[in-house]
């Protein structure tokens, strides 16, 4: 019954509103671009296009491990642990409220991706072994959730650096 009201007042209040009611004036748009201030010099904009053909850019491997974090993976991985359980808190509470199961589903399905990937491994990088690392995060579930907390913690204790860079080991903790 709710549904029935729902739809007929989507159908009365479309009756009400017509497009031909509102109209464009350029002028008054073209009016305000005058007076507006341009913020282009905030971002540094280059026109300059050859620049990307630069010979002197450093792409090896290690100017991008010299750009990644350590902390930045250690907080991917502790979010690879905590988001699921926020969204299905969320997603759970909003089913419950609204009554849609579709919701919980899609919770599920929020919470799969984020849990079966191990984002952190792949922003530092496995060394090209990233379907290695991925089927074995999924074959043994990440111990449950243990695996991206200690690996967090790992990178968090250990500043040595290069070691978890590019690791193409299952535990990048073990030497």
Not at 65 to 77: F, G, R
Not at 113 to 129: D, K, M, N, Q
């Amino acid at each position: 019954m709710k549904h029935v009201f729902a739809i007929l007042a989507i159908v009365l209040v479309s009756f009400q509103t017509q497009a031909n009611q509102y109209q464009i004036n350029d002028a008054n748009i073209d009016a305000q671009f005058e007076q507006s201030e341009s913020l282009n010099h905030l971002w540094n904009v280059s026109l300059d296009y050859t620049s990307a053909f630069d010979t002197d850019i450093d792409l090896s491997l290690s100017a991008a491990a010299a750009e990644k974090s350590q902390k930045t993976a250690a907080l991917i991985a502790f979010g690879s642990v905590l988001v699921p359980w926020v969204v299905t808190v969320v997603f759970g509470l909003t089913a419950s409220v609204t009554g849609v199961a579709a919701i919980s589903w899609m919770g599920s399905l929020i919470n799969i991706a984020i849990s079966i990937v191990p984002w952190h491994r792949f922003y530092l990088g496995t060394g090209g072994e990233n379907l290695k690392i991925w089927a074995l995060y999924c074959v043994t579930f990440r111990w449950c959730g243990v695996l991206p907390i200690i690996d967090g913690i790992m990178l968090l204790m250990d500043d040595s650096g290069e070691k978890y860079y590019d690791n193409p080991k299952y535990l990048m903790w073990l030497d």
